[in-house]
């Protein structure tokens, strides 16, 4: 571990020697490509946490969205030309609805699965939020601002929407159930018409899919088709980390449905082979499948990645993957032959690093509740991110103003140039890890000076458990000017390392070992923060006598070999 450790180490310094002479440094590669640049991918597609993806196509355009739960702004928008090189384009809901609820961490609450899809000019993105109901918003650029969420159905229980747009003109929306909000109810497709706009229900439920009827458990995530003179609705069955993909079809739209499990793990790593979208190149020859693999249940930490099975259709069902043994039952693949689109686009990868350079925020970053302007500025300090410090909650998995993004590799190294500026003793600010526990490295004022410190916080059960904060290692510094490091592991092991000069970067504390939160719906992430200790609960205003801290920028990178 020492020697990897050093290489790591080494690599940071290579990419900073610049920066530490005041010359900007280079942004890094991408810690995660699947283009293999021969004409062919691997799979993940996306090593990162976009979990329940659905996708459309617009001309030759792919665009995919996926739930947020907590995080803000929600409903990540992605765009790609080839389905294997995406990047992000923009967020569909700026803020989470209702503000005063989620202006605090909900975890695991919020917005659940939603169905992305394209009709007569405009996009549309349905969501739900198993506490309120199931909610729909509008563009038409899907890169640009969306519409205010509308409540299509108001209630507890529905999740997993999606719409139809049928050949007579009439819209069908199916949604699923969950368990915990509907009494439990659950395992059960539900069918309802809506209005000509899509915008209110205007007819009862009907269930037209019982899991029980097919003998399968925890039906659901369902995406709604038609083709081949068929309705198919694609749902997983089974749950999130062992599961199936099964699809049903049916003549007519409120049924009877008949039932085949066109997708499983099989010989494969790739467990549960789990909810996604069906997709079509632009000159339809060539059907593919989106879909996520929850990689908690492997090794804990990095949520639910994206993967990309080719489709081939047999006898107007879909099979998905390989199948070796032509039974219908496809399983997943490591690599395959990318997608023929027509040309061959550039190598890309979603956003992680950031240089801090605009005005603006990068789409890869999120909050854990709904920001205020106060939190932070990107214009205070040129070319740097200035996060004022905010009083600290009961428990860090719910501090609202950490800035977070999602783990981009199974193995990367991230570091930060931060200049501190603290107000108060107790104040801190630095890199954090979040997730179980949550780690950060960091300064921290004391009433001497200033101490680097590397702290691991648990949590306790319950909504209102505090944290037991422990450091585990410290060291006094002089320099409020610092370079934040870590290195994360495939076996999901983070150290953290600090350097005063930009060249030389020590090691402080014992590796941590990072899951997901229990009950979050989401993996592991990393990013900024800046933390009061004082002020009651609420922001504090920019003028207020709390400190601040400038991150210059942060670089994300792969590891060493």
């Known amino acids: 571990m020492k ?6 180490i080494a690599l940071a310094a290579a990419f900073h020697c610049a920066a530490a002479a005041d010359a900007p440094a280079p942004t890094p590669a991408s810690p995660w490509l699947p283009d293999l640049g021969n004409g062919s991918y691997k799979n993940p597609i996306i090593f990162a946490d976009y979990s329940d993806p659905d996708v459309t196509r617009v001309g030759d355009d792919f665009y995919l969205v996926s739930s947020s739960f907590t995080c803000v702004p929600g409903l990540p928008i992605l765009h ?26 909900q975890s695991g609450k919020g917005v659940w699965a939603p169905a992305i899809r394209y009709h007569n000019g405009k996009f549309y993105v349905f969501y739900p939020d198993p506490d309120y109901g199931i909610y729909m918003v509008t563009a038409t650029d899907p890169a640009g601002e969306w519409s205010a969420p509308i409540l299509v159905k108001g209630g507890k229980g529905f999740e997993d929407p999606c719409p139809l747009w049928d050949d007579d003109g009439k819209v069908w929306l199916v949604h699923a159930w969950v368990g915990s909000r509907s009494g ?11 209005s000509e706009d899509a915008t209110k229900v205007i007819g009862p439920d009907n269930d037209i899919i019982k899991g029980a009827d097919f003998k399968l458990t925890t039906a ?93 259709w047999n006898d107007d069902w879909p099979v998905m993957g390989n199948d070796p043994n032509h039974t219908g039952t496809g399983e997943p693949v490591l690599t395959f032959k990318k997608p023929d689109v027509g040309k061959t686009y550039p190598t890309s ?31 205070a300090k040129s070319g740097s991110l200035r996060l004022y410090a905010q009083p600290p909650n009961a428990s860090l998995i719910r501090q609202p103003n950490l800035l977070l993004q999602k783990i981009p590799a199974p193995a990367f190294t991230v570091t930060t140039k931060m200049d501190y500026s603290p107000a108060f003793p107790g104040e801190m600010a630095g890199l954090v890890i979040y997730g179980a526990p949550c780690a950060w490295i960091g300064l921290v004022k004391t009433a001497d000076g200033l101490r680097v410190s590397q702290t691991v916080s648990r949590s306790g059960a319950g909504a209102n458990a505090s944290d037991t904060a422990t450091e ?31 060249k030389v970067y020590t090691a402080l504390g014992a590796p941590v070992a990072v899951t997901a939160i229990r009950g979050s719906w989401i993996g592991a992430k990393f990013g900024l923060f800046a933390i009061s200790t004082h002020g009651s609960a609420g922001a504090l205003p920019p003028d207020s006598p709390s400190g601040y801290a400038d991150f210059d920028w942060i670089h994300v990178a792969p590891s060493a070999p």
């Not at 020697?3 to 790591?8: E, H, L, R």
């Not at 995406?86 to 005063?100: C, F």
């Not at 006094?476 to 350097?499: E, G, H, P, W």
């Open 3 to 8: 020697k990897a450790f050093c290489i790591i």
């Open 80 to 105: 790609s030309k080839d389905l294997v090189n995406w990047t992000i384009i923009g967020h569909a809901l700026p803020k989470q609805v209702p503000e005063d609820v989620f202006n605090s961490v």
């Open 184 to 194: 439990g109810k659950n395992n059960t497709l539900t069918l309802v018409q809506l």
């Open 220 to 312: 659901e995530g369902p995406k709604f088709y038609k083709m081949n003179g068929y309705y198919y609705i694609f749902a997983p069955v089974g749950g999130v980390g062992g599961g199936t993909q099964a699809v049903f079809r049916s003549k007519k739209v409120d049924g009877p449905y008949e039932v085949k499990i066109v997708l499983a793990q099989g010989s494969t790593n790739t467990n549960g082979p789990h909810q996604g979208g069906l997709v079509d190149t632009p000159d339809s020859k060539q059907w593919w499948f989106v879909h996520f693999q929850d990689m908690a249940v492997q090794k804990g930490n990095e949520g639910r990645v994206t993967h990309l099975e080719p489709v081939v």
């Open 349 to 379: 990868a979603s956003q992680t690093s950031d240089e801090f350079n605009s005005p603006k925020l990068g789409l890869q970053w999120q909050w854990l509740a709904n920001p205020q302007d106060k939190w932070l500025s990107l214009t």
């Open 472 to 502: 585990s290692a410290g060291v006094d510094v002089k320099s409020a000017s610092i370079y934040l490091a870590f290195s994360m592991t495939a076996d999901a092991r983070v150290q953290f390392s600090y350097s005063e000069d930009g």
